[in-house]
């Protein structure tokens, strides 16, 4: 019974967001129609999650433990991205519709115990991606959404060889438990899900589509497409892989891991560096995620312990919803500059709303890690857990690139406390409700996290 | 333990906020809150002191476990040295306050907000003695610094402050990750990440050599206190944020905030790592040799006053990093003595520099002159702070640098004599400087209508030029302080 109330509730999403799409064809009021169904739905979804801790479809499917605490998490975000997204106009309640199932592709994905369920729900996360740029409506959306369809698809025919050699290697698809027959062909197999995971998040040098993909979707469309593609494929990939390597033999697992280090300092060098030198918030943000790949690549080589997977959740719900934070508020203030996202936009921003700058400043703090702020406690923590684990030198090394990303982040509050001499003619940026309620909710979840990170991690 | 501790310790960052919601179309009423705040800050500061049992020794003062923090604990500790510097700190404060008591800005209380928090994260670092405590305040004092000079300084000021900003970030991720790395080992030994006094002394971190834990982490430490001095070649942020800042900026940062970095070897290098601090002392004596010397020579060929002084001070930091380095108990009670005197002569010089600036909106020498005619009081009073910074005898820079000279001499000759050089190139520079601006004939027509200092602008100089004589004369008013400390900042001591 209790698993079938989650088939029904998935049913209910599905079947409430498809009469949102269907009542966008109602002429009168049919945008508030779709938007009030498509936020009941997820309304009623998140409160399903609290009817009970596990979800037990199958071999196939289970989302129990830390996933269920994700999916609350990831549920609650996307209530309030609804929220935020707003009925004002009808493309945003498209985006609204199309968020909905991408944020289904993530149920799925967070719950896929096999590599069909994986790669059916990571493709539906995908092709949202894809539809999200290209609607966009900016002036190369379409191109950069080809782009990243073409090395999407890529990738895709890719982790399918993969999927093979893994059936040939274990006999069968499944991710748990699965008895590795073949070590060479299972090390091709898992190095070539490592790659896929560089793709879909944006590792160097597998990076090419993010810079493109994320200057020219929305700034509004980025954000929500941060939370869920970053948090689930970012949680679902790194504790696959980590299951998966210690599968393998030792001596393919230590070639496999020296891979991954190296691919996560280039990425975190990479990422900062060309970060520093972009002249749009956009690519800023993206080349930026490009180094945070980096720092979430290298807890694929830690040794689980019971606090792991907390950490890992913290350091990506932290991350992806600070970032999320930075997003929405660069969003208001490119609305008022014809939604343009270069580094302009930001002058004199403490004199045209003083608390929507500080905030924007104490999110940029926390993404350069400065104390007090969640980012602070979360680098202080996985940093702490890098070098316990051995690895000095990449640990150092990481270090030493995050200075250049602060750099740029301090430029945003830079930006913000200059004062234009001619401020007095800019526009005063107001905020709405649910804007100032995502903003502080953010906030405090930033001090939260930042001066009692243990009560989230449980660490002793 | 102190049970008002918090709320003493507190009473900075409370002021700061208490001026988010003063009026802001009362302006004498802000100022006259600030005022009022920065006296309280230091007669709570002096109290603690005088409250100390022992000023040899580190006293607890307040102590809270933060289990939900990593289970960290922090813990708030006084000796003679934090309890010297703290009220350094407040009493730089107060002068900062009565300096600019005229100034005139749309951010009044944006500006006394970041003094105030500035002030706090200050005392909060030389009060913590958990590493996680210390680095907090540290990063923390970063911040208003960074909005005071971007905000209230002068045109360049975005790429100072940047530039200042920038520099000292990325000595303190050298200083998180030697945290991290501590940290880890802390978990390995004692199940638990804090990173306390009593646990950084247990780590014992072995020295085999340059890429042993103690040496890699000796580095890491000292370039972020060597930024933050800073000490030749770290020193680049120095001058431009000088320059840039408006002039409470320069002030704290020439009074206070460069000796943290002193403070952060004496607290958190020197006893813990003994055998790197062995190994690479000449390497440090010979770089504070250089930056006496350098800073010197650059002072010299200064036009623009505000500069001059900025690259005193990185002369004068020099002497400081030698007396702390080399371990001589005589030459690290001179350097801690040379802290005070700087800390008194330098933000001198710099509200010197604010009364000429605020009357002719120039720093450059060459538009001033003969100013002794028209600005006696002010004439008098700049010589006297001026001959403090120049260490002449009966003045408080003469003790420390004699001091340092002498330990040093004892320790390695060659560098002495080159640190030596700094005490004849001093009073090149400054004499130069003072020559141009005050003595000979008024050659530009506007300087001829200026007005000599107020009774309210020559206050904080009177105060300055008295304790310059005074420590000059009887310099164990300061030494008497933090005497019993010596010990601890010394190998001797371990």
């Known amino acids: 019974m209790e698993n079938l109330s989650f088939v029904q509730n998935v049913i209910i999403f599905i079947a409430l967001n498809a009469a949102a799409l269907l009542s966008l064809n109602i002429k009168k009021n049919g945008k508030y129609i779709a938007f009030g169904l498509s936020l009941v739905a997820s309304v009623v979804f998140f409160a399903m999650l609290y009817t009970q801790d596990v979800f037990n479809l199958s071999d196939l499917f289970t989302l129990d433990g830390n996933k269920v605490f994700l999916l609350k998490l990831v549920s609650l975000l996307n209530i309030l991205m609804i929220l935020i997204n707003g009925y004002n106009s009808l493309e945003r309640v498209k985006s609204t519709l199309l968020i909905s199932y991408m944020f289904l592709g993530g149920v799925f994905l967070l719950g896929a115990n096999e590599l069909v369920t994986f790669y059916v729900a990571l493709e539906t996360i995908a092709l949202i991606g894809y539809t999200l740029v290209a609607t966009s409506n900016l002036e190369y959306s379409r191109e950069a959404a080809v782009k990243y369809l073409i090395q999407g698809s890529i990738i895709s025919a890719i982790f399918l060889l993969g999927a093979a050699l893994y059936l040939g290697a274990t006999g069968g698809l499944t991710l748990v438990g699965a008895t590795v027959v073949n070590q060479e062909l299972y090390a091709i197999a898992v190095g070539i899900f490592i790659l896929t995971a560089c793709f879909k998040l944006g590792a160097f040098p597998f990076h090419a589509w993010i810079a493109d993909t994320y200057s020219n979707v929305t700034l509004g469309n980025l954000a929500t497409n941060f939370f869920i593609s970053k948090i689930i494929i970012g949680?679902?990939?790194?504790?696959?892989?980590?299951?998966?390597?210690?599968?393998?033999?030792?001596?393919?697992?230590?070639?496999?891991?020296?891979?991954?280090?190296?691919?996560?300092?280039?990425?975190?060098?990479?990422?900062?560096?060309?970060?520093?030198?972009?002249?749009?918030?956009?690519?800023i943000i993206a080349y930026s995620s490009v180094a945070h790949t980096g720092y979430m690549l290298m807890m694929i080589c830690m040794t689980p312990d019971e606090s792991y997977e907390k950490q890992l959740i913290s350091y990506l719900v932290v991350y992806s919803m600070t970032a999320t934070g930075v997003i929405l508020i660069l969003n208001q203030f490119a609305q008022l500059n014809k939604n343009e996202d270069g580094r302009g936009i930001l002058t004199s921003g403490f004199y045209r709303n003083k608390g929507l700058a500080v905030i924007l400043s104490v999110f940029v703090l926390s993404l350069g890690g400065i104390p007090l702020t969640a980012g602070f406690a979360m680098k202080y923590m996985m940093f702490t857990n890098f070098f316990k684990e051995g690895f000095n030198i990449e640990t150092t090394s990481i270090f030493i690139s995050s200075v250049v990303g602060l750099a740029y982040y301090i430029r945003f509050v830079s930006d913000l406390f200059t004062e234009n001499p001619d401020k007095m003619k800019l526009p005063i940026i107001k905020t709405r409700f649910s804007e100032s309620l995502v903003h502080v909710i953010i906030l405090l979840s930033i001090f939260t996290f930042g001066i009692a990170p243990s009560l989230f991690l449980g660490l002793k | 333990m102190d049970q008002l501790f918090l709320i003493k310790f507190l009473i900075p960052l409370l002021w700061a906020i208490g001026f988010i919601f003063a009026p802001k179309?009362?302006?004498?009423?802000?100022?006259?809150?600030?005022?009022?705040?920065?006296?309280?800050?230091?007669?709570?500061?002096?109290?603690?002191?005088?409250?100390?049992?022992?000023?040899?020794?580190?006293?607890?003062?307040?102590?809270?476990?933060?289990?939900?923090?990593?289970?960290?604990?922090?813990?708030?500790?006084?000796?003679?040295?934090?309890?010297?510097?703290?009220?350094?700190n407040s009493f730089l404060l107060l002068v900062v306050v009565v300096t600019t008591w005229e100034i005139k800005t749309e951010k009044l209380r944006l500006y006394y907000f970041l003094l105030f928090t500035l002030t706090w994260a200050v005392n909060g670092s030389l009060l913590a003695t958990s590493l996680y405590g210390f680095y907090i305040f540290w990063e923390a004092m970063l911040i208003p610094l960074f909005i005071l000079v971007g905000v209230f300084g002068g045109e360049n000021r975005r790429y100072a402050s940047f530039k200042f900003?920038?520099?000292?970030?990325?000595?303190?991720?050298?200083?998180?990750?030697?945290?991290?790395?501590?940290?880890?080992?802390?978990?390995?030994?004692?199940?638990?990440?804090?990173?306390?006094?009593?646990?950084?002394k247990s780590l014992n971190l072995r020295y085999s050599g340059f890429w042993s834990p103690q040496s890699l982490i000796f580095w890491a430490f000292s370039i972020a206190f060597f930024l933050k001095v800073p000490v030749f070649p770290f020193h680049s942020w120095l001058p431009d944020a000088h320059v840039e800042a408006p002039t409470a900026g320069s002030i704290l940062l020439a009074g206070i905030l460069l000796k943290l970095g002193i403070y952060g070897f004496l607290r958190f290098v020197i006893p813990f790592y003994p055998q790197a601090v062995d190994a690479y002392r000449d390497i440090v004596l010979y770089l504070g040799a250089i930056g006496v010397i350098y800073g010197a020579l650059t002072a010299w060929v200064q036009k623009d006053i505000k500069k001059l002084v900025a690259f005193s001070s990185i002369s004068h930091m020099g002497y400081i990093i030698m007396g702390v380095f080399s371990q001589n108990p005589f030459a690290v009670k001179g350097a801690i003595f040379q802290m005070v005197a700087h800390g008194i002569s330098t933000p001198g010089l710099f509200i010197g520099v604010h009364y000429l600036y605020t009357r002719r909106h120039t720093k450059k020498m060459d538009q001033f002159g003969g100013l002794a005619k028209v600005m006696p009081r002010f004439a008098v009073l700049f010589f006297l702070i001026t001959a403090g910074s120049m260490a002449v005898p009966m003045t408080c820079g003469f003790v420390g640098e004699f001091m340092i000279t002498a330990g040093v001499y004892e320790l390695n000759k060659v560098v002495a004599i080159l640190a030596a050089t700094g005490i004849i190139l001093s009073p090149v520079y400054l004499l130069k400087m003072y020559h141009l601006t005050a003595l000979g004939e008024i050659t530009h027509e506007e300087n001829k209508s200026l007005?000599?200092?107020?009774l309210l602008e020559a206050t904080p100089m009177i105060v300055l030029s008295v304790l310059t004589i005074l420590l000059g004369l009887y310099p164990k008013l300061v030494t008497a302080m933090y005497e019993g400390t010596i010990n601890f900042f010394t190998h001797s001591g371990l």
């Open chain 1, 235 to 283: 949680y679902k990939f790194i504790t696959v892989l980590q299951a998966l390597l210690g599968e393998c033999d030792p001596h393919f697992q230590d070639i496999l891991i020296r891979i991954i280090q190296v691919i996560a300092v280039a990425s975190a060098f990479y990422g900062n560096i060309v970060a520093i030198v972009q002249g749009q918030f956009k690519r």
């Open chain 2, 25 to 88: 179309q009362n302006e004498r009423a802000i100022k006259l809150f600030a005022l009022i705040g920065a006296t309280v800050v230091l007669a709570y500061s002096a109290k603690m002191f005088l409250d100390l049992p022992n000023p040899g020794a580190l006293t607890e003062l307040f102590k809270f476990e933060m289990p939900l923090f990593f289970n960290m604990t922090y813990t708030f500790a006084m000796d003679g040295l934090s309890g010297l510097l703290l009220i350094l």
């Open chain 2, 165 to 200: 900003f920038m520099m000292t970030a990325a000595g303190s991720i050298l200083m998180l990750a030697s945290m991290c790395y501590m940290s880890a080992l802390a978990y390995k030994l004692n199940g638990s990440y804090d990173l306390n006094y009593e646990v950084i």
């Open chain 2, 451 to 454: 007005e000599d200092l107020s």
